[in-house]
Structure formats: C-alpha cells, structure tokens
Nanobody, 129 residues
Framework: QLQLVESGGGLVQPGGSLRLSCAASGFTLDYYDIAWFRQTPGKEREGVSCISSTDGRTYYDDSVKGRFTISRDNAKNTGYLQMNSLEPEDTGVYYC??????????????????????WGQGTQVTVSS
C-alpha cells in the first residue's frame, strides 16, 4: 500500500518542542520533495515547510522560520519536522505530503497549491498551557 504516515503530534506547553515524522511505505521518498502543511482552526490549509529531493534545499514560511527545521533520511524513507519554541498559534493538524521532483524548487509547488502525489492522514499538534 502506497502511503505516508505521520506521527509525533501531541499536547505541549508554549515554548516546548515536538518532532513530527512522515514515514513512506510502498514507494521510496528519494525522488520526492517532502512538504509539511497545517490546518489551523478558522484558517485554510497552509504550507509550512518543504525540502527538495534533488539538492536538499529547504523552505520555511515566515511564521515558522527560525523555529522549525525540516529534514529527511532517505535511508529510513522518512521525513521530519522539528518544531521548537512552539506557540499556541501553531496548534492544528499537520500533514506531510510528497511530490515527485519537478524542475522548480519545492517552495514553488508549496506556495502554488500544487497537487501532491501522496498525503498523510495528519497528526494533531496542540500548544496550550
């Protein structure tokens, strides 16, 4: 079965950290850009970060820049999103997605609402005291 499975969400206090994982099964992530999106209450789904399959370049939305770090381990067929200094505004459902590498950088597709090839089921992140 071809799928992405997220894990690592949970409840954390403001200022805390979480590490989300995105494990692929049935296909190899080597040739795919990995992206993280989030759906926060009252807002449309937004692209948070992405990492290119070809050169490892990364992109971050301004709202998370300096706090979140995206990475990938192709040997484990898994992507990650390390989230530090979490704020209540980061609360939401986080989804990972994979897009077969194309000519433009991953940020182009993240910001242009491209159709990703695979989506995970989402993992809830709640930042609250």
């Amino acid at each position: 079965q071809l799928q992405l499975v997220e894990s690592g969400g949970g409840l954390v206090q403001p200022g805390g950290s979480l590490r989300l994982s995105c494990a692929a099964s049935g296909f190899t992530l080597d040739y795919y850009d990995i992206a993280w999106f989030r759906q926060t209450p009252g807002k449309e789904r937004e692209g948070v970060s992405c990492i290119s399959s070809t050169d490892g370049r990364t992109y971050y939305d301004d709202s998370v820049k300096g706090r979140f770090t995206i990475s990938r381990d192709n040997a484990k067929n898994t992507g990650y999103l390390q989230m530090n200094s979490l704020e209540p505004e980061d609360t939401g459902v986080y989804y990972c997605a994979a897009l077969l590498a194309r000519l433009a950088g991953c940020s182009y597709y993240l910001r242009s609402n491209a159709e990703y090839d695979y989506w995970g089921q989402g993992t809830q992140v709640t930042v609250s005291s």
